[in-house]
């Protein structure tokens, strides 16, 4: 029976698809997989028995990747689930910066006591105005799953938009409009851009990435959106931004100490994927994910080991090894199990920078014994073998 232990609450729609060979517990250290959102997990203790964990969300901050790669734990991730969710807010706080609707909603909550509010507003409504998106540039830094999205909204709104991405992938690609003009740097877009959204993530290349040397390039009156990081803004420089009348608007999904209390700065609560749709899809997906790695070994949307897939071959059983990317590791695990006579008909391997995946089919079983020798192999972080 395998264990899965929620950090956090997770969507039903995603937990029910655990089929009776699975059992949820509350005890961290008996899990064999985790399914996380916000909890932090640095300061946890793993157990030896945890070989995967799923983050129902794109982000992986709040969990330690260095520590779980060198333990042979997979971290899963969900990019692309909460994508409409987040693009939608994205869309709302372009329509906030733009129009001064939350002046002019917090105008009537101050008013509502007036008796001849329906005369007064027509005389102060014009402290409210502001102006219309269409036609409007926008720069979207960032073109994956959510930064698509938004740059395919804000184009069919009538927007020009600008997008930017080294690495834009090529399934990415097909999907963005063609009305969407891609350029080779940022500062392309901090140059031009009447409105400027990141969707990156925070990274020692992209840490305070909106500073005061970027500020400087930019329009006057611009409107910053942050809705991917809170630390892709340095605070201080916005702040005085803010103040010089620079940048118009700061929009962010992160409120700290600093911006809660900045003028012309609207924050909201960490909304972005807060949605019932989005947290269904993320947990169908993590759950999805964590089924697919436990019963066939395959690892797809990992952000510390390779994807990798094997398909389904009549054997006695797969193994399934977590180890360090360095020569000649696959002979010493061939070795081992054909000294033995057993016979691999099928293996498949992959790498991602120090970290590698071996799957290895077998035709008999191997006994306790010969797995144990392949997880003394130096190098050898973790071994699992699922049973047909």
Not at 32 to 52: G, I, K, Q, T, Y
Not at 238 to 257: C, H, Q, V, W
Not at 369 to 381: F, N, P, S, Y
Request: net charge negative.
């Amino acid at each position: 029976m395998t264990k899965v232990c929620c950090l956090n609450p997770i969507s039903e729609v995603g937990t029910k698809n655990f089929t009776e060979n699975y059992t949820m517990t509350e005890n961290f250290q008996e899990a064999d997989a985790v399914l996380v959102r916000s909890a932090n997990m640095h300061e946890l203790e793993f157990p030896d028995s945890l070989v995967a964990i799923a983050r129902a969300g794109a982000g992986v901050n709040n969990i330690p990747i260095g520590k779980c790669t060198d333990e042979g734990i997979v971290v899963f991730n969900t990019p692309g689930a909460n994508a409409n969710g987040v693009k939608e807010l994205v869309i709302a706080g372009m329509l906030l910066a733009a129009r001064d609707i939350d002046g002019g909603i917090n105008w009537v909550k101050e008013n509502k006591n007036d008796e001849n509010i329906s005369k007064t507003m027509e005389k102060s409504k014009k402290n409210f105005a502001g102006t219309e998106i269409k036609g409007k540039t926008l720069g979207v830094i960032g073109l994956g799953a959510i930064g698509i999205e938004v740059a395919n909204a804000a184009d069919a709104l009538g927007m020009q938009v600008y997008g930017y991405d080294p690495f834009l992938s090529v399934g990415g690609a097909l999907r963005l409009s063609r009305q969407v003009k891609i350029v080779e740097t940022t500062d392309a877009i901090f140059s031009s851009c009447d409105y400027i959204t990141l969707h990156v993530p925070l990274l020692d290349s992209t840490r305070g990435m909106v500073n005061r040397e970027s500020i400087a390039m930019m329009k006057d009156g611009v409107v910053i959106l942050n809705y991917a990081r809170d630390l892709l803004v340095n605070d201080d420089d916005i702040s005085e931004a803010l103040a010089s009348g620079k940048i118009k608007r700061y929009m962010t999904d992160f409120p700290n100490p600093k911006t809660a209390s900045m003028t012309n700065v609207i924050a909201t609560p960490h909304l972005g994927a807060s949605t019932s749709e989005s947290e269904d899809n993320c947990a169908v997906m993590a759950v999805d994910e964590l089924r697919d790695f436990l019963e066939t070994g395959r690892i797809r949307n990992s952000v510390n080991y390779p994807n990798c897939n094997l398909l389904p071959e009549k054997c006695a059983c797969r193994i399934c090894i977590m180890n360090v990317n360095k020569p000649n590791m696959i002979v010493r695990f061939s070795s081992v199990l054909s000294d033995a006579g057993i016979n691999i008909p099928n293996m498949a391997n992959k790498s991602r920078g120090d970290a590698a995946y071996t799957l290895i089919d077998c035709d008999t079983v191997p006994d306790d014994t010969l797995i144990e020798k392949i997880r003394q192999i130096d190098g050898v972080k973790k071994v699992r073998v699922i049973y047909y």
